[in-house]
């Protein structure tokens, strides 16, 4: 052998000491058992894993709902504002169809399984650890998991956690429960989360109502919510819902939840467009702070609020609440220049509209807009009632039975001294107020009084009464005891009070002294407890001969005195204008057998500082009185409220004319001796009210006919009160027209 043949046969030698090496190291022995060893030690990881990691509470995010509030008629009004559009609904509210739809469009083993899909879940993690992205796979129980106990973090980790903790809610949860679950936590597009959310907005719906092809579009939006929402899909994403759809509706004829004939009916629901969700601005705010305030009085915190998931319905009338804005508008707003005229940029209105028979706010006003204005109008109570007030002392006159000085019962006819900055007799309170324009009437009649808002009449009659009487049967109508001394000042309305409270009384006064107290919220509910609705009407405050009486009353101040603009021959209406010191707000209270309504202006500085400022010059108009725009308004928004007008009549019974039968008419006219002065002074005659009093009692307005004055209602003439007459529409007015408050 040669030498090369001996290197060649070394070297082949070599190779096979070095080939049996391996072999000998890598023997299918060897290698099965190290397979093995990892899959044990793979097993063994995953039960510790599976051990340590628990079920864990669910994340902030996936308990997070909306309030949702509507209109009495169940249309929807607002969703609160939150991070998250949901409202949880439980799963039998869904329709069963729907509910399999989801299974045959996302895992049609659900029902079978438990609780994960190990093929799907380890391409998962390959394409996770090699950064090709999520792919799906995942099943229904797996995306519950990860929506509502972990989050959406593509990790290795997050996975993990969410197959071990999906194995354990399957044990632990019923299929039913996890399928709620899913449904309420999934993102379906269009800022909706859960199916509550998505069946309002693709098809302005609740979920209950959803049917089959609807159901069956949403479970086929889940796969791509952007590219699959119809009203922006691109023809390629249109075509890729349509099969989707079609795919999930054969699997449901596949698994028996669906008939092959029926399902051959369906056509494809394309959604409706989208539309933004009703957010605060406008009324919308003013009336879910209303809904909310009433919901704490009731008992509901403002936790439980703020954690959402409440369905709160309103008893306000949608159309009733349009129209009462439009009055507003059409009435006022058009009329001001806000930008130009510093007055008007101060104007403020609030009205609040009740349904007498039951307490339910139907309309409210609270300001030029929830977002702009942020205190709310129609419930502030940091302004005087005014004389809307005087119906009040009347009702309190007939209730006690009340006598004049000369021993005559109280009544309609019952006769006063009507002269201006009179002092009343009977009061340890010196109280002298002037009347509007300082017009004095000779022996003017109750009713005459109410008409025109005398004020030295109701100054001497809540002397007659007794302040603390008259207190008494205002709290018990429902004025709020808010800077409300027991003084006589108190006829001319210097306690505080809202459109709301007054609108509360007013009912009260047209339900024949039942009790009636505005209420906003028809229903609040929510998956785990429900609010007790208040009740509207309550037991007899004032008998219905003195309620009634009232309402004749303030009949004849629609028909022929200071609020002759609410008056038109389509209904059958009650009211009492009333204008505040300084002519800071003017109101309008009044009523038809149907509906009560109270509507006022206030003054507001729009300075930092705020505060009240006068009204006067509203709309190039000199005085804003009761009489003016607050009337106009209720007069408009009544009519159309009541649908062009009612046949509804008041049925009046027992109505008291008092003791004193009026030979003649009283004279409307100033005496020789009280000439009106041709403008009225912003600051009369100091009555000899004493010097303790507060300012605001210590010159009260003197009411002459007119209710616009000056200066609130005090006790000392200082604050002068515009006298009723001010209220009543230009040039139907005694004097020159610049009238002292009503």
Known sequence: MGRADARRAQGRGAR????????????????LGTFFGLCLLGMGAFAALYVYVDVPEANAQAQKQSNVYKYSDGTLLARSNSEVNREIVDLNVVPKAVQHSFVAAENKSFYRDQGVDLKGTARGLLNTVSGKGKQGGSTITQQYVKNYFL??????????????ISLKVDQRMKKNDILAGYLNTVYYGRGASGIQAAAQAYYGVDAKDLDTAQGAYLASLLQAPSQYDWAN??????????????????????????????RDKLTFPVPDSPKAAPGMEGQTGYLVEAANDEMKRQGVTEEELDAGGWTITLNVDKKKQKQLEKSVADQLENQLDRKDSKVDATVQAGATSVDPKTG???ALYGGVGATEHWYNNATRQDYQPA???KPLVLASALENESATQDGDLIGLNTVYDGTSKRPVVGSDTPFAPQNEDDISYDSPTVQTAMDKSINAVFAQMVVDVTPSAVKRTALDLGVPDKNFPERPAITLGTMNASTWDMAGVYATLDNHGKKVTPTIVKSAEHRDHAMEPVDGVGGQVISRASADTVTKALTEVVDVGSGREANTSAYDAAGKTGTS??????????????????????????????GQVSLTGTANSGRANGGGFPAKIWADYTLDALGGGSDAAFDLEGVERGDTQVTESPSTTPSETEEPSETPSE??????????????????????PSETAPGTPSESPSETEDPEDGDQPPGERPGNGNLLGQ
């Open 16 to 31: 096979a000491a070095r080939s049996g090496g391996i072999r000998r190291l890598f023997t299918w022995r060897k290698i």
């Open 151 to 164: 989050t959406q973090d593509q990790t290795v980790t997050r996975k993990l956690k969410e197959l071990v």
């Open 233 to 262: 899909a691109t023809p390629t994403g249109k075509k890729l819902v349509k099969e989707r759809w079609a795919y999930t509706l054969n699997n449901m004829v596949d698994e028996g939840w669906l008939d092959k004939a029926e």
């Open 360 to 362: 339910k706010v139907v």
């Open 387 to 389: 004389s809307t007030f």
């Open 581 to 610: 010191e300084n002519n800071k707000a003017a109101w309008f209270a009044g009523y038809t057998p149907e509906l009560t309504t109270a509507v006022a202006l206030f003054g507001e500085s729009t300075g930092d500082g705020g």
């Open 683 to 704: 600051e009369p005659e100091t009555p000899t009210e004493s010097p303790s009093e507060s300012p605001s009692e210590e010159s009260p307005p003197a009411e002459t």
